[in-house]
């Protein structure tokens, strides 16, 4: 039995995280229709900046303080999205989709190698946080109390997004624009300030991803790259644009992931694809999806 | 058509073999003016040229982005290592023959799904099936030996192995340089051949308007496929070919930023001419080699002559000569 709340508490905790990465790639693509091939480096970029916010600079602090730094990589995250929005991706909305794919692969390529310049080849972690935090005892095993609050965390961040775009005046402007750029337009809105705004909440969610996990696994080169095709995975089965079918394609593949690692470990990653592969031959544009 | 169009087609194709049979013959003899390395870096140039080529005929013939070809590359690259490793094959001709069996099939499948969409759809779909294929070559580590790879030794060229004395450096830079450009040149042909035919123009027809292609009578999935099969064995058979070059075959090959790099070498060439994509992967080639062995953040490098790339010169390299070219024509000898 409690195996089996183990399982379910791991399921849940990376369906939290692909959220965050996935909830913030469809976000953008809703509003912007562009897919943002660089997404996974912000969110190697918010585990970076947190682990060494947390790991070195502040390592001494108190757990309080550690607690209330974590968020420093989604900020960090969502600054690099603030500055990209209108100076390099703004150009290419009405370009193509070859060229905005390609601009952010090139994005990719650098943000990759700044990681690199920045903080060298080697693995980066900040594993005191996940250290304190300790364990909970669930039936004769335990379960560390820090992935509860990542699981906590992505619950969080889902319902924020939701009350944010279906309850605030800025989220009715958000769709607005979303479904009609145009009108929305000229109705007086704003359409450059709600783009940068939604690419730096998108940002900011990726960044959120990364300095989440960061205490639990180490931050390393390349994980934004894998972080990327995971997210695909997700959106391809929710729906490209859709934050429910983000939250919902997070959770089926957060459970098939983990029956995939207990039954079969070596076909776990082609257990996804398989999966996306069905959902688009049933229903082509995702459970979500808004069919172009 | 008219006599006059037909006329002007015919003459611009002598031109075009006249260009195509001056360059070849500098390919022919090059390799007795440089020293070996410059010819090997020149054979993997012209190897992914192949894959380019294959690559083109859906980004630029028929307007889909496909960011998946890692996977037939791979395909095509591991049936050699498998067919070494478990079929004791040797025969280089043998190797062509299971790498274009084998990324048919793959191709075959992929395209089954994929050519029902378009746009951004097909090139999320082809990279996340592309990433299925990565997973099993790196996880089915007893099969494909994970991340370390597969070995493949010198193949024998037509039956004739490499006599026992002879260096590799010196078979890769002689007898496998002409091996790969007599391919390249092969493949040059055929895919000419189809962009020419009454396929390919459907297909940029389908490309440039597929409402009216549909009028016209074009069934566009069947043609979709059809290039996308083209497209995937002329980028297995590149796969085959860099295999014996490389000596070693890893899942990098299959990982999809390499899909990347294959959409880097036909937008730095110029994806809306022939020449393009081949001009891209030499290029691209160089450029990497150097990039590597200047400065350990090659990749930043290359990542910003994407993006200038992309917002400066989306033409290419090809594509700017050509309207340099047609400029200057007009600015200086009207």
Not at chain 1, 240 to 269: H, K, N
Not at chain 2, 136 to 159: C, E, I, M, N
Not at chain 2, 181 to 194: G, H, K
Request: overall charge positive; proline content about 3%; glycine content about 10%.
């Amino acid at each position: 039995m409690d195996i089996l709340v183990i399982h379910v508490f791991n399921a849940l905790l990376y369906a939290s995280l692909l959220f965050l990465i996935a909830g913030g790639l469809s976000l953008i693509y809703g509003v912007m229709r562009i897919v943002n091939l660089a997404h996974g480096n912000l969110y190697a970029l918010g585990a970076f900046v947190t682990a060494s916010v947390v790991g070195q600079w502040f390592a001494g602090a108190p757990t309080v303080v550690l607690y209330l730094l974590i968020p420093a990589g989604a900020v960090a995250a969502a600054a690099v999205g603030a500055l990209l929005e209108p100076t390099l991706l703004r150009r290419f909305y009405r370009r193509p989709e070859e060229y905005q794919l390609l601009v952010t692969f090139g994005l990719l390529m650098i943000l990759e190698d700044l990681i690199r310049f920045i903080w060298g080849p080697y693995p980066l972690s900040a594993s005191t946080l996940f250290e304190k935090a300790g364990s909970v005892a669930i039936g004769d095993s335990i379960y560390p109390r820090y992935n509860l609050l990542v699981i906590a965390t992505g619950f969080i961040a889902a319902l924020f997004l939701w009350a944010f775009i279906y309850k605030t005046n800025f989220g009715v402007v958000l769709r607005a624009t979303s479904q009609d750029m145009r009108r929305a337009s000229a109705l007086g809105v704003n359409v450059n300030r709600v783009y940068v705004q939604a690419f730096t909440i998108g940002c900011f969610m990726a960044g959120l991803g990364g300095a989440i996990v960061v205490p639990s696994q180490s931050a390393v080169l390349g994980m934004g790259v894998d972080a990327l095709v995971l997210a695909f995975i997700v959106v391809v089965i929710g729906g490209l644009g859709s934050l429910e079918g983000a939250l919902l394609g997070a959770l089926i593949v957060g459970i098939f992931r983990e029956i995939g690692i207990s039954v079969f470990p070596e076909i776990e990653l082609a257990v996804l694809y398989l999966i996306a592969a069905i959902v688009l031959l049933v229903r082509p544009a995702g459970l979500f999806g808004r069919a172009t | 058509m008219s006599t006059v169009a037909v006329q002007l087609e015919v003459r611009s194709s002598i031109k075009a073999l006249a260009v195509g049979a001056v360059l070849s013959g500098l390919l022919v003899v090059l390799p007795f003016g440089i020293d070996p390395y410059q010819t090997i870096l020149l054979s993997y140039g012209l190897v992914m040229a192949i894959a380019a080529l294959g690559h083109n005929l859906l980004l630029g013939y028929t307007g889909l982005l496909s960011f998946g070809h890692s996977a037939f590359f791979g395909v095509g690259a591991y049936a050699v290592a498998f067919m070494v490793k478990y079929l004791h094959v040797q025969s280089m001709e043998l190797f062509m023959m299971g790498a274009l069996a084998a990324s048919l099939i793959t191709a075959l499948l992929f395209g089954f799904v994929c050519v029902r969409y378009t746009r951004i759809f097909f090139s999320i779909l082809t990279l996340a099936l592309s990433q299925v294929l990565w997973s099993l070559a790196y996880k089915f580590y007893w099969v494909t030996g994970g991340s370390d790879g597969l070995r493949v030794p010198t193949p024998k060229l037509l039956g004739v192995s490499l006599p026992s004395g002879e260096d590799k450096i010196n078979f890769l830079a002689h007898s496998y340089y002409y091996y790969v450009l007599v391919l390249f040149l092969a493949c040059t042909f055929v895919m000419w051949v189809i962009v020419n035919s009454p396929f390919g123009k459907a297909l940029q027809a389908i490309r440039d308007n597929e409402t009216r292609a549909r009028f016209v009578g074009i069934q566009i999935r069947r043609y979709r496929l059809v290039a996308f099969l083209v497209s995937g064995v002329f980028t297995g058979i590149a796969g085959a070919l860099w295999v014996p070059l490389n000596g070693l075959t890893t899942p990098d090959i299959l990982y999809w930023p390499f899909s990347g790099e294959i959409v880097f070498m036909s937008v730095l060439g110029g994806f809306h001419n022939f020449t393009g994509p081949i001009t891209g992967a030499i290029v691209f080639n160089y450029l990497k080699t150097y990039a590597v062995g200047f400065t350990v953040y090659w990749q930043a490098f290359m990542g910003v002559i994407l993006v200038v790339l992309v917002v400066a010169l989306p033409q290419g390299i090809v594509g700017t000569a050509i309207q340099l070219t047609a400029w200057a024509r007009k600015r200086f000898f009207r």
